[in-house]
């Protein structure tokens, strides 16, 4: 565990083990694998509701960041949010593992289906990490802390802003702590009124698919907003919006909802006149030397340490900028047959 998550908890002991029930915190603990059947029936077997929650507590300092951030999760779903608001600030940055789960790099079963129920694109082909940068965005919407706010990600075209904004998302214990209410992926690209409109009517018909909120389309922008404003508040609290590839600031006005959003662009002056915390993560136009040849080695299936020289000057003259920029890619190919 993190020196600062241990310190947090540490910090708030005496309000957890005085305040915190532990039964149905264990359980959730137990279904994310950080708490095991056994420690579960130890803690049981102390004689007070303090003592078994200074048991709970000193088990899970013995354990790794995934038990801290099981155990606010579990806070939180509990009705301890006064409590889990004194850990927030000590949540570990979060980095893809399988925490337990029948699962690689964090992507179990549920979350396959709410990224897949979302419209979040799929990793690309040829797919290298990024993880700074990945661990920067979850932290951003992690300080969201549940309320409505914005977290940017922009860069020039073709350096990566969607591929990251989709793996923010793919990791298990993030998607339940932060968006139990699922995530909303939006391609919203250059738009005029009638293609912004028929965005948000998409938008409104994927979260109201029992039409239980209205049997009919909405007719105008304005009347649009304001039905995604109250689907986001009653049929899909905690959950995230991802803008991807937003240009203009009046098309952002009509997803200014006070609700989650995460949005990619290539020019963060779009945000200037939305409401709410904003937080900006900047994305270099290059990935360097070393994930250019990463790439270039899983696109003609070979080790980075078995690739010739030439490589090196393909990846220069290449200037490679994207795991998935099929362009370059085949670009490198090209060279590589030339050489």
């Not at 914005?150 to 802003?161: D, E, H, P």
């Not at 990251?164 to 699922?182: I, N, Q, S, T």
């Not at 018909?205 to 689907?231: M, T």
């Not at 990463?294 to 393909?314: C, G, R, T, Y």
Request: net charge positive; aromatic share 6%; hydrophobic share 40%.
């Amino acid at each position: 565990m993190d020196a600062k998550a241990r310190n947090c908890l540490l910090q708030h002991r005496e309000a957890l083990e005085k305040d915190i029930k532990t039964s149905y915190i264990m359980d959730r603990m137990i279904n994310d694998g950080v708490l095991t059947v056994l420690e579960e029936e130890k803690v049981k077997n102390e004689p007070t509701q303090q003592q078994r929650a200074a048991l709970l507590i000193k088990m899970i300092l013995k354990k790794d960041n995934y038990s801290y951030i099981s155990f606010y999760n579990a806070l939180i779903h509990e009705g301890y949010k006064d409590l889990a608001a004194l850990l927030h600030s000590g949540i570990p940055v979060i980095s893809s593992s399988n925490g337990g789960k029948d699962s690689v790099g964090g992507i179990t079963s549920y979350v396959k289906t709410v990224l897949c129920e979302g419209g979040v694109p799929q990793r690309p082909v040829v797919f290298v990490t990024r993880k700074k940068l990945v661990n920067a965005i979850r932290q951003n919407l992690f300080t969201l802390n549940g309320e409505p706010g914005w977290v940017v990600i922009y860069g020039m075209a073709g350096c990566g802003k969607s591929v990251l904004a989709a793996e923010a998302v793919r990791d298990h214990f993030f998607l339940d702590g932060c968006f139990p209410g699922g995530v909303h992926w939006v391609s919203v690209g250059k738009q005029d009124k009638s293609g912004l409109l028929m965005k948000l009517q998409n938008l409104c018909s994927r979260l109201d698919q029992d039409e239980s909120f209205s049997q009919r389309l909405p007719l105008n922008i304005e009347e649009a907003k304001d039905r995604l404003r109250v689907l986001m508040l009653r049929k899909h609290p905690r959950s995230l919006l991802i803008l991807d590839d937003v240009w203009d600031p009046w098309v952002l006005k009509a997803f200014d909802n006070q609700c989650q959003i995460l949005l990619t662009t290539r020019d963060k002056s779009v945000t200037d006149s939305v409401m709410g915390p904003k937080y900006v993560v900047s994305v270099e136009s290059g990935l360097g030397k070393e994930k250019g040849l990463e790439i270039l080695s899983l696109f003609v299936n070979m080790k980075k340490a078995d690739l010739p020289e030439q490589a090196h000057s393909i990846i220069k003259e290449c200037k490679v900028v994207e795991c998935c920029h099929w362009g370059v890619l085949t670009d490198l190919l090209h060279k590589w047959n030339l050489s």
